[in-house]
Every structure is written in C-alpha cells, then in structure tokens.
C-alpha cells in the first residue's frame, strides 16, 4: 500500500444535529485549525480554554499532543487502542512512525469517543452487527499482547471503538438484560445500549474485573455519579463492563477530558487535585459540580486510586444549551502510580495525600460540605470488605486492599496541624511535581495498574 500523509480533514460535531466544527490541516510540519463561520454563530464552544470558538487560523503548540488541540487529541486512542492501530497498518506496508496525527484521526472517523468527528474517514466498519463472545475475545487479546500479527489485529481495532487506555476492550451494544452483546449496527436496536467492556492485561491480576466492579459499588455508595456497572461472563472468566455517557441512544455527546481542556500530559504527574476543582468551577460555574469533583478526589486518594491522571477527568457539553458539566466517574480501581504515588496531587502533595489534605482543599475551595462528602466517602470505603466479597474479589485480592485503605475508613481525631504542600499551579498551568524516587512494585501492587 502507498502511504499518503492525510493534508486535510473536516471536524464535525455529531450531537442532536450535525455541525461543521472547522478544517484540521498542515503545513511545515505544523497543525492548522479553523472553525466553520456557521458553527461560529452557533455560540458553542467545544473546547473554551485553549481553542475558543473566534475567527482565524490557529496553530497549537507542538507539546503536549504532537501540534494537536486536546480536544482534537481526545479523540484519539492510546495505550491498547494505539497498539492495534500501529500494528494494523504495518501489516498494510505502512511504518507506523510514519503516521501523522491527522492520519490517526482519520482512521478513528466517526467511531471515536464522544461527539467529534472526521473525514475523510479511514475508519474499518461494515455497520452489521456482529455476536460477540467474551471468552474469545479474551483470548484474542491476550495473544495480540504476546505479539500477534495476524488479521485478529484488524477484527480487534474495529472492536475498539478509538477508546482510550491500557488495557484490552471492546465498544459494544448490550441488551437491556445483558444476555446479548453485539457490535456494528448502525442504529441501536431496541432494548439495547452502549457500553464498554475490558479484558485483563499481562500485568493484571485474574480478578481484575470483580476488582473494578466492586470499587464502582464502592463509589455509587460514596455518592458518586457512576454510570451502571456490570460484571460479564461467568465462573473465573469475569469482564468489567460500564455503560457509556458519551452515548443517549444513538445520540453522541461531547466528551472533553481534562488532560485535554488543559493541555496537561496525562502520561506524567502534570496537575493537583487544586487545578481540577478550578477548572470545574471555571467551566462549569456550578458549586455542585466542584463538590463532585472534591468527592471524586477523596474516593481517589483514600480507596487507594493512584492512577488518577489527567485523562480519567472529563466533562460534557449539551450541545442545545452550550452548558458542561462533570461526566460521570470512570476507571475507579486500586492502582498505583508513578512509583507508588498519587497521579493527582493534592494541595502539592503526592507521596501520601490525606485527610488533612483533603480538608485543606475543601477550605481553600470554600465547600461548606467538605467535611460530610468525607465523611461519606469514609464510610463507604469501611465497607470494603463486604462490597468485595459480593463482587467475586479473591480474598488474596481483597485483604491486599483492604491493608492499604483500611486507615481511611477510620476517623481520627481532626489535627490542628496544617499539612505541608505546596502552592497548588492555577488551573490553566500544570505542576512540575519532584521526581519521585525509583521504587520496586510488588505484582500485588500492579493490580489492575493499567486501565
């Protein structure tokens, strides 16, 4: 196959009607951005920090995305997604290192996450709809891991769906009693919804899907927005699958993740806790949407999830109203971080951020509800035990957790001694954390690391 650099594509947003966002094109090795003059009178912004919606052509800086927009990044796959897509094309004669970002949102086309979309589109779908069996997509993945080749590659990227993350999933469209699990209609059919389904990874313990689904329960009891969870397959052979908020039927809605709206690099600690609750608010301009956020950072650091990068922050916009709100929670799991600390720092500490750092962000943030949400988000972590145990969690699994976040659940009494952290960056800055000191991770540890 001869490979030809995409030069231009058109953005569209594919919400309650379709709109022409604007032109992606290059030029020097440079990415150029312009908006539609018709989506300009719609008053939309889709991305208000860094690319407001205003006449002109616009150029991004060359970091953090390769010259892309984050919200132009957002729609493009990594970890797993990144892997399939490299391999697919070099089965096609085509060096992956070759591929431009503009390339790679060309084969993502109308199948990314959220509502943005792309042409021309490179994108593999057929539109029929395919049965999917769990067990063997498992397999599949596993054997792509170990360094497959084949064409199981090419049936795996068009399960993808361009998600974001680590490890192994599928996009898919599940019925209402979870018994049937296709892919690729054009339409959903009725009774059916879109939901996300993961596999393990190499690095991942065997009940790294019970895990997940008991910390979803863990965080719907914390009071956290979590969408409906659900644990697939039967016996050993457990999937993890959440139903998707960038779906309304067949309606798409506008999904722009943190690491995004900021241009922070989610592959490395770029962000405090301090930072995403003033995005929030900036964005948003709601109270409650902040006190989600600050209930979200104590699940975080208290049930011990220190994957908690800038990516696994997002937002969403009503395309009608032009109003953003905090997406629901996702990829909630005991994880560990860049050598064992927190991604997500908090009031500038990430080696061991808690309570009192916690309670000093709900005081710099004026929420007067900070002390009950922790205390919530306390009581729903002592219950740990049991939520694991009706999860399907081994009990090697379950009492590894519970030894790492059993002293959140317990209610010391409050020190009058201010935490030690630093001044947290504004919300349009990323922090420059110290490099942490090298550590060794126990495979304990690694549980369910990747997401």
């Not at 990415?31 to 003059?37: K, Q, S």
């Not at 999904?255 to 600690?269: C, E, K, N, Q």
């Not at 962000?361 to 740990?384: M, P, T």
Request: proline letters at 7%.
């Amino acid at each position: 196959m001869k490979y030809v650099p995409t030069a231009l594509l058109n953005v569209f947003l594919d919400g309650r009607k379709r709109r022409k966002v604007g032109r992606l094109a290059t030029q020097a090795r440079r990415i150029l951005f312009e908006y539609d003059p018709d989506f300009l009178s719609s008053g939309l912004q889709i991305s208000p920090f860094q690319l407001p919606a205003r006449a002109g052509i616009v150029i991004a800086e060359p970091v953090p995305f390769d010259g892309l927009f984050g919200v132009f990044n957002d729609s493009l796959p990594d970890g797993w997604g990144r892997l399939l897509l490299d391999r697919a094309v070099e089965r096609a004669g085509i060096l992956r290192g070759s591929l431009t970002p503009l390339d790679r949102l060309a084969y993502v086309g109308r199948h990314g996450m959220g509502a943005l979309s792309y042409e021309p589109d490179h994108s593999d779908s057929d539109g029929e709809p395919i049965v999917l069996t769990l067990d063997k997509l498992a397999a599949d993945a596993a054997t792509v891991l170990k360094g497959e080749q084949g064409a199981i590659v090419d049936k795996l990227l068009k399960l993808n769906g361009a998600s974001a993350g680590a490890r192994p999933k599928v996009v898919a469209q599940v019925s209402a009693d979870k018994k049937k699990i296709i892919h690729g209609p054009a339409s959903l059919p009725p009774g059916y919804a879109h939901w996300m389904i993961k596999f393990p990874s190499q690095l991942d313990e065997a009940d790294v899907g019970p895990i997940e689904y008991a910390y979803s329960l863990m965080a719907r009891a914390a009071g956290i927005d979590m969408p409906e969870t659900h644990l697939f397959g039967a016996k050993k052979k457990r999937y993890f699958g959440i139903k998707r908020f960038d779906r309304d039927g067949d309606r798409r809605v506008h999904m722009h993740s943190l690491s995004g709206l900021l241009h922070a690099d989610h592959r490395t600690p770029s962000l405090d806790y301090d930072a995403f609750l003033k995005a929030t608010q900036v964005l948003t301009k709601d109270i409650t949407q902040v006190e989600k956020a600050f209930r979200l950072a104590c699940f975080n650091v208290l049930a011990h999830n220190r994957d908690d990068h800038a990516k696994n922050f997002s937002y969403l916009l009503d395309d009608e109203t032009g109003q953003w709100s905090l997406a629901p929670a996702y990829d909630l799991i005991f994880s560990s971080g860049p050598a064992g600390e927190q991604s997500m720092m908090v009031m500038g500490e990430g080696r061991g951020p808690g309570v009192e750092h916690l309670r000093a962000l709900a005081k710099k943030h004026g929420l007067k509800k900070g002390e009950a949400i922790l205390d919530e988000v306390r009581s729903a972590i002592a219950k740990w035990p049991d939520v694991a145990a009706d999860a399907g969690v081994s009990k090697k699994s379950a009492s590894m957790i519970t030894a790492r976040i059993a002293p959140a659940s317990s209610k010391p009494a409050r020190s009058s001694k201010k935490p030690a952290a630093k001044t947290p960056p504004a919300a349009k800055k990323s922090a420059k954390p110290k490099k942490p000191p090298a550590a060794k991770k126990s495979k304990a540890a690694k549980t369910a690391r990747k997401r």
